[in-house]
């Protein structure tokens, strides 16, 4: 089997059902009683660029309509902009909403807004990207430095645990653009004596990555391998070496998204670990309402991932956590 890890769980309709109609000690300040259909739940994302983010949100919708809850679901403009993510975030918490999701582009400074929401009494859960503070009461993701590990050590594999390579990671600010790339490199510098990590850049929109791709094909000709952090970063290496005509370099990605599957299929990318963006908005509605609730949640919510390659892609559990 190609599944490296699955922990997402998943409760029917009617326990779901059941779970939004318990009573409640708390709520926030949005006035909104237990009741599914009277609570609101705002989410705010790093973005909705990427077809990530929209399966993020098809999974939130879907537990909303099975808790009978309303939710909103905006993002920033591109994965860079912070003021404009901070800018939604204080307008969500303004409406006075009963819970709020939020993936931080960075994990520091939302600080003071997300102590304002506790402060009313809105519990805030936080999804894709853990938050730099003790406000969020848990945490729905993916264990992003396990998963880069995994990457590593297929990268390895693949290569012959030798040779020269390069890591893009989509920014050094979120939680996930520094697990990613920690863990990639740590595995390798702690397994893979025979691997030398040449350089390290950062550009998660697909144009930088491709500009930053392409100079590292010149400046490393003997370039065995490279891994892109994210959905966004490997379109862009992807592109680049499409464009390049790169022949030899081994291509591991992160995420899913049509471009990085074409190229799996065509043999231009070796693979990629796909998360589980439609598990991931679903756990995190589901955790906003047991919060609501006053329901115990665990510190994480692990919603697991996959290696996926040209072997596998058609697999019956890996075309329900791709998304193009």
């Known amino acids: 089997m190609h599944r490296i890890l699955r922990s997402t769980t998943a409760l029917s309709a009617a326990a779901l059902l059941a779970l939004a109609a318990c009573s409640t ?13 009277s609570l ?3 989410i705010v994302s790093k ?17 909303a309509e099975e808790l009978g809850v309303t939710i909103t679901f905006e993002g920033p403009d591109t994965e860079t902009d912070v003021e404009q993510q901070i800018q939604m975030l204080q307008t969500a918490i303004d409406r006075g909403p009963d819970a709020v999701g939020f993936a ?11 102590l304002q929401a506790q402060d009313a009494g809105i519990p805030v859960v936080a999804f894709d990207s853990g938050v730099d503070s003790d406000v969020p009461v848990t945490t729905a993701a993916t264990d992003n430095y396990a998963a880069a590990e995994a990457a590593a050590e297929k990268m390895s594999e693949l290569i012959g645990g030798t040779g020269k390579i390069t890591v893009i990671a989509h920014d050094q600010t979120s939680s996930t653009g520094t697990q990613r790339r920690d863990g990639f490199v740590d595995w390798i510098e702690e397994n893979a004596p025979g691997i030398e990590i040449v350089d390290t850049q950062y550009g998660g929109d697909p144009a930088d990555a491709a500009d930053i791709a392409t100079a590292m094909f010149e400046s490393h ?6 891994y892109g952090t994210n959905e966004g970063v490997a379109t862009g290496v992807v592109n680049a070496a499409s464009t390049a005509g790169a022949q030899g370099v081994t291509i591991i990605g992160f995420d899913s998204g049509a471009a990085q599957v074409e190229a799996i299929r065509s043999g231009l990318q070796a693979g990629a670990i796909t998360q589980d963006p439609i598990g991931i908005g679903y756990e995190t509605v589901k955790a906003a309402v047991a919060a609501v609730n006053g329901e115990d949640l665990p ?7 996959y290696w ?5 892609i058609d697999d019956e559990e890996i075309q329900a956590v791709l998304y193009e």
């Open 25 to 37: 000690d708390g709520g926030g300040s949005g006035g909104g009683s237990a009741d599914g259909d």
């Open 40 to 42: 609101e739940i705002a």
């Open 47 to 63: 973005g909705f660029q990427h077809q990530f983010w929209q399966a993020v949100n098809t999974g939130a919708q879907q537990a």
């Open 104 to 114: 931080a582009l960075d994990s520091a400074a939302a600080e003071p807004l997300l």
């Open 221 to 226: 000709p003997d370039l065995a391998g490279i």
């Open 299 to 305: 510190p994480t919510i692990d919603t697991g991932f």
């Open 308 to 312: 996926y390659d040209a072997t596998n």
